[in-house]
C-alpha cells in the first residue's frame, strides 16, 4: 500500500506534489520522494521518511518544472531499511523514464530473471517496482524501435506490461520531454483515479482526497487495465490495453485503508464504513443483548463511521473513549511487530470516565495482528470497565495478503486457524464479535451496484488473479520487506 500522485501542468508543481503526498500520507509513512521535470530533464528528491520531514524548503526549490510525479511508500517486498528503494524509480534509456508505484507483483522474481537475461537490464534494488520500471522500459522501447512515442506507442507497451506482469499495480510514469502515462493492472485491485485543475492541469493520484484537496476536479477512476497518456499539453488520451479486464478493486481501502472523505471506483469510504456498522449491529445483537452494553466506544481513527452507525442501531450513547496522539504513525503500517506493539499506548490515551464502572461495546475496523486489540482492551479494564466487548467491523483476517497489505505470513495472523473463541481468549475480551464475509462484501458493494467483486483474498482466501497456489505464498513470504532487527518482532 503506497500513494502515488502525478501532474502535467502549466505553472510549476512542485508545491502541488507536496500538498497532494500530505493527503496520502495515511497510505505510507516509510518514505516519500518527488521527482519533477522542466526542459526534458528530471530533478528529483527522495528519502526514508514523513513527507514533513523529506522535503525542506531548499529540497522545494531544487524541484523545478510545469510537470511531475510522487509517492509516499509502505514497503512490502524488498528492504524496509533501505533509503535506495524510495520511489521514485528513474532509468534513462529508452528516452528518460520515471515510475511510481502502488502495490505487489507476484512474479516480480520470475521477470527479474527475464530482464537480466533477455534485455538486459541491471535491477539494482530488491523493489519490485524497479522491476516494473525495467520491463515497462523494455516495452517502451519494443513499441518505438528507435522511432518516437506517441499515445499508440505508450499504449502498446502498456499492452504488452499487462501480459507480463502478474498481480497487482496502479502505475504513474513521466516519459522526458514526452508526457505522463498512467495505468492500473486489469483487475483494478488498487485504486486510481485522476481529474482537472486550473490552467488545464491535469493529475492522477491513488485517491480523490488528493486531487480534491489540491483544487483538481476528480474527472472519474481509471477503468481496469486502461491507460491514459497525457501529453506535455494537457491533453489526454485513454485506451482500455487489457485483454479481459474485470473491476474486483481490494476491500481492504474502504474497511481500513483509505481516508473516509475519498470515493474509489463509485463508492464513498465513509457511506461504505456506515454500512458496515448497520451489518455489524445485526452480529452484535445475536452475540450480546443490547441491554448488557451501556456504551459503544470507537478504536480510533478508521472505525468512527462503523461505530456511530452501530450505536445508532443499537439504541446506545456513542461515546469516545480514546484520544489518538496524531503525531504517532498508524500502528499497522509500522514494519515490525515490536514497534506496533510499544507504540499502542503511545498512540492513545484513554478517558477513564467513559470506562469506569460500565459494560463498553469498542468497535474496531478491523482485527490482523491481535496485539493491538489485546493491549486495548487490557487498557479499558485498567481504566475501570465492567466488561469489555470487542467488535470487528471486518471478518476474521485468516489468510495472507499478496497484492501489497503488510500482512503476509499466515503466523501474524491471529484468527488463522483459531476459532472466534479462541482469538477471544488471546485478546482478553469478554465477548468477540466479528463482521460476516458476504455481508461486508454486500454492504461495501450497495454503495455502487456496478461494482460486483472485491478481491477479500485476507478474508475469504480468493485471490482474485487466479495465480497464487501454496509455493506462491511461501516465496512471497520470503520476500516480504526486510527490517532492521530492533524493529523485527512476532505478535
Avoid at 533509503?83 to 520515471?98: I, S
Avoid at 456511530?308 to 515490525?336: D, S
Avoid at 495472523?413 to 483459531?418: E, K, P, W
Amino acid at each position: 500500500m503506497c500513494g502515488i500522485v502525478g501532474v502535467v501542468g502549466q505553472v510549476p508543481v512542485n508545491q502541488t506534489l507536496y500538498d497532494a503526498l500530505l493527503l496520502l500520507q495515511h497510505r505510507g509513512q516509510d518514505a516519500a520522494g518527488i521527482v519533477t521535470q522542466q526542459d526534458g530533464k528530471f530533478f528529483m528528491h527522495k528519502a526514508k521518511g514523513m513527507v514533513r520531514d523529506v522535503f525542506r524548503t531548499r529540497n522545494m526549490r531544487a524541484l523545478p518544472g510545469t510537470s511531475g510525479l510522487g509517492q509516499v511508500r509502505y514497503p512490502t517486498a524488498g528492504n524496509a531499511d533501505s533509503e535506495q528503494e524510495a520511489q521514485p524509480f528513474y532509468t534513462n534509456a529508452p528516452f528518460g523514464v520515471v515510475l511510481v508505484h502502488n502495490g505487489n507483483l507476484t512474479n516480480a522474481q520470475a521477470l527479474r530473471q527475464e530482464l537480466l537475461a533477455g534485455d538486459p537490464r541491471h535491477i539494482n534494488t530488491d523493489s519490485d517496482s524497479e522491476v516494473l520500471l525495467g520491463v515497462l522500459a523494455h516495452e517502451l522501447a519494443q513499441a518505438t524501435r528507435g522511432g518516437e512515442l506517441g499515445p499508440e506507442q505508450a499504449f502498446a507497451a502498456v499492452a504488452a506490461v499487462h501480459r507480463r506482469l502478474r498481480g497487482s499495480y496502479a502505475v504513474v510514469a513521466h516519459i522526458a520531454g514526452r508526457g505522463m502515462l498512467v495505468f492500473r493492472d486489469p483487475f483494478g485491485i488498487r485504486p486510481l483515479g485522476f481529474g482537472r485543475g486550473a490552467g488545464g492541469a491535469v493529475m492522477a493520484a491513488s485517491e480523490s482526497v488528493a486531487l480534491e484537496g489540491t483544487g483538481h476536479v476528480f474527472e472519474r477512476d481509471l477503468a481496469p487495465g486502461e491507460a491514459l497518456f497525457v501529453t506535455l499539453d494537457g491533453t489526454v488520451h485513454a485506451r482500455q490495453c487489457a485483454e479481459r479486464p474485470s473491476l474486483s478493486p481490494c476491500i481492504f481501502e474502504f474497511v481500513y485503508l483509505a481516508r473516509p472523505d475519498s470515493v474509489l471506483d463509485g463508492i464513498s469510504v465513509y457511506q461504505a464504513r456506515l454500512n458496515l456498522g448497520q451489518t455489524l449491529a445485526k452480529r452484535v445483537i445475536s452475540t450480546v443483548p443490547p441491554s448488557e452494553i451501556d456504551t459503544v466506544i470507537p478504536i480510533p481513527e478508521s472505525s468512527r463511521p462503523s461505530a456511530n452507525e452501530l450505536a445508532r442501531m443499537l439504541g446506545k450513547p456513542y461515546r469516545e473513549g480514546f484520544v489518538k496522539n496524531r503525531y504517532v504513525g498508524r500502528t499497522f503500517i509500522m514494519p515490525g511487530q515490536a514497534v506496533r506493539k510499544r507504540s499502542v499506548r503511545q498512540k492513545l490515551g484513554v478517558i477513564a470516565s467513559e470506562f469506569a464502572g460500565r459494560n463498553v461495546l469498542l468497535v474496531d475496523d478491523s482485527i490482523v495482528r491481535g496485539t493491538t486489540s489485546q493491549e486495548i482492551v487490557q487498557m479499558a479494564r485498567e481504566a475501570g470497565a465492567r466488561k469489555v466487548y470487542l467488535a470487528s467491523a471486518a471478518p476474521p483476517v485468516r489468510h495472507p495478503n499478496v497484492y501489497g497489505i503488510d500482512m503476509p505470513t499466515r503466523e501474524e495472523l491471529v484468527a488463522h486457524g483459531r476459532s472466534v473463541e479462541e482469538v477471544r481468549q488471546i485478546i482478553g475480551a469478554d465477548a468477540l464479535i466479528y463482521q460476516d464475509v458476504q455481508a461486508m462484501k454486500q454492504a461495501v458493494a450497495s454503495v455502487n451496484p456496478r461494482v460486483t467483486r472485491f478481491d477479500a483474498s485476507c478474508f475469504d482466501g480468493v485471490y482474485v488473479t487466479g495465480d497464487i497456489s501454496e509455493g506462491d505464498l511461501v516465496r512471497l513470504n520470503a520476500e516480504r520487506p526486510r527490517v532492521s532487527a530492533v524493529s523485527d518482532g512476532a505478535d
